[in-house]
């Protein structure tokens, strides 16, 4: 069975930084391409980044939102998926999930962590 | 950037009903499109990807139809547990992916 458990949620001021990380485990996490979701409160779902396997050269690619201020990174050897989000704003609020991408020829998003709150307040 | 817009916003029925839900994309998305169920307090999960696939567990009386810029989902014979919010989104111009602003389908 497939988890996704993500951890490191918070209240962070504006202007402040954050990172969230998801866990995984009941998958070859070397070869899983992985993306984060945020889901703001009571709205809908929005892309924010994903990030390609060792094999596929760890790219990343971001929403233009968080372009040049969120960061994701992966720790193979922990089966673990990072989110560092710096120069925060008050509409990063969300709660964001981690998610497997499910194959390049069908790319969509296969298994969703139970996601984290990040508030983002004074 | 690809918009997507599912209609309608709301959608009430009762236990045993059909339900259509519509989504139209801004673009042709060709067949790139999933649609993911998500219940109260829940994350979200995959229904449908391809337009038309059923996801592993997905039961029959689910289905989904379309391609270019016009789809839709169908739920034959609505159960107590479909009640939820439902979410169509593209994958055509992946890596970024954009999703529809979902439709409510709550019970009538």
């Known amino acids: 069975e497939v988890q996704l458990v993500e951890s490191g949620g918070g209240l962070v001021e504006p202007g402040g930084s954050l990172r969230v990380s998801c866990a995984a485990s009941?998958?070859?996490?070397?070869?899983?391409?992985m993306t984060w979701v945020r889901q703001a409160p009571g709205e809908g779902l929005e892309w924010v980044g994903r990030i390609k396997s060792k094999g596929g050269g760890e790219t990343t690619d971001y929403a233009a939102p968080v372009k040049g201020r969120f960061t994701i990174s992966r720790d193979d050897s922990q089966s673990t998926v990072y989110l560092q989000m710096n120069s925060l704003k008050p509409e990063d609020t969300a709660v964001y999930y981690c998610t497997t991408v499910s194959s390049v020829a069908n790319p969509v998003f296969g298994n969703w962590g139970q996601g984290v709150l990040v508030t983002v307040s004074s | 950037e690809i918009l997507m817009t599912q209609s309608p916003a709301t959608l009430s029925l009762s236990p045993g009903e059909r339900a259509t839900l519509s989504c139209r994309a801004s673009q042709s998305v060709g067949s790139n499109l999933a649609w993911y169920q998500q219940k109260p307090g829940q994350s979200p999960s995959l229904l449908i990807y391809?337009?038309?696939t059923r996801a592993t567990g997905i039961p029959a009386r689910f289905s989904g139809s379309g391609s270019g810029t016009e789809f839709s989902l169908t739920i034959s014979s609505l159960q107590s547990e479909d009640f939820a919010v439902y979410y169509c989104?593209?994958?055509?111009?992946?890596?970024?992916?954009?999703f529809g602003q979902g439709t409510k389908l709550e019970i009538k």
């Open positions: 391809g337009a038309s």
């Open positions: 009941g998958i070859k996490f070397i070869d899983a391409w």
């Open positions: 989104q593209q994958y055509n111009n992946w890596p970024m992916y954009t």
